[in-house]
């Protein structure tokens, strides 16, 4: 289990996009910590979302920190452009980020914490060897691309044993997030398993944001 304060992340990919200002404000009263964008680029995974722009007019409706997901072929093209945007968290996925260690450190010279992403089946390798470097790791808890998906109940190993590993190594200052299918049902046990930031679209925007914030924050 984590030692760090469980953090909601309202996934932004689920809220109503005619009404953003809205769904934002909702997710202020409802006591939410962090605001999670999805980049989705069309290539790395299937559909497009949100850029830079966006992420400018956010800043400009709240002060809540952006966590900004990078799921994009080329992050190391992106990540000057959401940090100037006015991104707080920035990760990139390791599965398409070459020279890992310098792209960490680059997000961290601009002024952002810095993330590592791994898919559900990738190496937990990957996180030991980067995890020195990085503020936060990002576990996926479905494979990436759409929102609305089923969680994928091997994560939780995953994640009891990436805390377990930075916790032994000197590394227990960094978060464990959680991407893909939490609810208020399944909040618990991700929270056990040693995940503090847990990112929710459907789980947040279906139905009253406020109240199933709540159930979030209660389970």
């Known amino acids: 289990m984590t030692n760090h304060p469980v953090r909601i992340a309202p996934s932004l990919l689920a809220a109503d996009m005619l009404n953003i200002e809205r769904d934002v404000r909702a997710c202020e009263a409802a006591g939410a910590d ?34 900004v997901h990078l799921m994009v072929t080329n992050p190391d093209h992106q990540v000057e452009q959401f940090a100037a945007a006015g991104a707080h968290w920035i990760s990139v996925h390791a ?13 961290k010279a601009l002024g952002c914490r810095a993330g590592v992403v791994l898919n559900p089946i990738t190496p937990l390798e990957y996180a030991f060897a980067a995890g020195g470097d990085a503020d936060f790791i990002l576990l996926m808890s479905v494979n990436p691309g759409y929102g609305g998906q089923a969680f994928i109940p091997s ?10 590993w930075l916790d032994a190594n000197g590394l227990s200052h960094v ?45």
């Open 175 to 219: 978060e464990i997030e959680v991407d893909g299918g939490i609810k208020a049902s399944n909040a618990r046990d991700v929270i056990n398993a040693g995940a503090n930031v847990l990112v929710s679209g459907s789980g947040v925007f279906g139905g009253s944001i406020e109240q199933n914030v709540a159930d979030l924050r209660n389970a």
């Open 155 to 164: 994560f939780l190993q995953r994640c009891e044993r990436l805390r377990t």
């Open 34 to 67: 962090i605001l999670h964008v999805d980049v989705m680029d069309g290539h790395f995974v299937p559909p497009i979302t949100f850029g830079p722009a966006f992420v400018a007019r956010l800043r400009t409706i709240t002060t809540m920190p952006l966590d």
């Open 95 to 107: 599965e398409v980020t070459p020279h890992l260690h310098r792209t960490l450190h680059r997000i």
